[in-house]
């Protein structure tokens, strides 16, 4: 092998890592991107949770003073005070 031969391996050589370490970032900026995506999307989605338990944990509420004026009538009407 002569020197140029040589030289010619070696600058391939370090040519193919450059691509491949190119190739390994572009790879992991895209991974990164979808998890990002992913985790905005779980987000949202834990938000609209959260509201949607407000929500029904306000109807609850709202239910329960429902339920206690309904059980005073019916213990004033059982009781015979109307």
Request: proline fraction near 0%; charged fraction near 35%; aromatic fraction near 8%.
């Amino acid at each position: 092998m002569t020197v140029i031969s040589v030289l010619i391996v070696v600058h391939l050589s370090c040519c193919e890592r450059w691509w491949q370490e190119e190739m390994d970032i572009k790879v992991l900026q895209f991974q990164n991107r979808k998890l990002s995506e992913r985790i905005e999307q779980r987000r949202r989605a834990e938000e609209d949770l959260r509201k949607r338990i407000e929500q029904l944990e306000q109807r609850q509420t709202t239910d329960d003073d429902v339920l206690c004026i309904v059980n005073r009538y019916w213990n004033q009407a059982s009781l015979g005070r109307f």
